[in-house]
């Protein structure tokens, strides 16, 4: 994993797996041997709920900076 991380959370689809951290909202996509930076999430969050529905990876609650 390319940034330290605390209170993540993980989705597996397709074979990959990706990770969101509080802070700065990175998306990482994980491969075999390698991970690969994704487009941020738009509002960082923390201690969320992670949940994979139709090939798509939804973040639902936690709480933000503030």
Partial sequence: MPL???AVAASVLAGCLGTTTDSPAPVDIQSPGTWTPLAPMPTAR???A???LNGRVF???GF???
């Fill in 4 to 6: 330290a991380a605390l």
């Fill in 46 to 48: 923390q201690e969320v």
């Fill in 50 to 52: 992670v949940a994979e």
């Fill in 59 to 61: 973040v639902i609650g």
């Fill in 64 to 66: 933000g900076p503030g």
